[in-house]
């Protein structure tokens, strides 16, 4: 199976099939048809198929989906089958809440916690204790680290992005409020709060309007 | 000017122009040429030009576009002219984080904490007290709020939804990483922290093969 030539719009789709069918399988679900997931997922059944197509099916004709084996395969896909570790910059409520979230479930464990703040250090979370970011070159050359999680303020952000990249580090998940400049070679996922407000805020306002179109 | 028919892409993309944009005004740039902007957002300029077309233009020939001019419009179809409420339900560290992190810039205030823990009543975050949860009918009822946030676990977060939703809340910005069951009447902008997560897991596990094309 190859994962060449894969439109983005799918790959965005994928952790949403992840997650539909982690609740399938809580449910204690077998199977389902492309027609059962599409209602759940208000996707068309077409649609799934044609997505799911992009990685050679794992449907029957007339039995559907084995939740189980399509819920792993598209985990390996995500690459969420390997164990992969994640450090937190930025110990203030953000960092501590993605701290206390449970993201071993998809494959990632958070091995630790940085931050500026002296009142911080030692206090753990989850069992992990808070170290003071100039420890990080030294962590980082006895620890290898495949994600960091970036929670500073927005003024400190590209700085210690930069740091990141100095350091080797070639994926950052970045909340701060701002694009950051690494090269290429550095992966960036943004979650940025404020958009997915506005957003909001747009249809919320527009919503006595027409809806807008696809 | 009208607001209908536009592709929920452009609208996706309206709240970073927003972003650039304040970047600009807060550098005290006064105009932009769509290439400079495009090189900037890392969108072609035909798409930028496309896409302000859809609000009317705010382009002149040979000038570019006036940032303050462009960055207010854009406001103002985004609804971030008017001032907001929003009230968080969840006063744990993802609650205390978003009512720590300043709104009131795209016309939000937070009016209300909201939790069941009795160990953080009237612990006050950015000056607002934490309330118990069993007050909410009462606040609502002498407060307007245009957007609750949700911040519970996902245990309880579609519980807490239908009661949001029977108090009268239009707007639900939720973090829980399930899909509430609320009527259509009721606007959900989910931010999902593990599916983007997961993206970044595929694109970093991927990174060495092909880049999977748009």
Chains 1, 2 share one sequence.
Not at 35 to 50: D, F, G, N, W
Not at 100 to 122: C, H, Q
């Amino acid at each position: 199976m190859s994962e060449r030539g894969i439109s983005s719009a799918v790959i965005r789709r994928l952790p949403r099939y992840y997650r539909y069918l982690g609740e399938l399988l809580e449910n204690g679900e077998v199977r389902i048809s492309s027609r059962e997931l599409s209602i759940r997922m208000k996707v068309t059944a077409s649609q799934i198929r044609q997505d799911l197509n992009n990685f050679g099916g794992f449907g029957q004709q007339g039995y559907g989906y084995n939740v189980r084996y399509l819920h792993d395969e598209i985990g390996k896909i995500l690459g969420l089958d390997v164990q992969q570790t994640m450090i937190i910059i930025g110990a203030g409520n953000l960092g501590q809440a993605l701290a206390n979230y449970d993201f071993s479930k998809i494959g990632f464990n958070v091995i630790g916690i940085f931050d500026v703040n002296p009142r911080l250090e030692g206090l753990a979370v989850r069992g992990i204790e808070i170290q003071m970011i100039d420890t990080l070159e030294d962590f980082l050359r006895t620890n290898k680290v495949d994600v960091a999680a970036l929670t500073v303020p927005k003024k400190n952000a590209r700085a210690v992005a930069t740091r990141l990249e100095d350091l080797g580090i070639k994926a950052i998940w970045n909340f701060a409020p701002i694009d950051l400049k690494v090269s290429d070679d550095v992966l960036v996922q943004n979650v940025h709060l404020a958009e997915s407000l506005m957003n909001l805020s747009f249809n919320y306002r527009n919503r006595r309007k027409d809806k807008p179109s696809d």
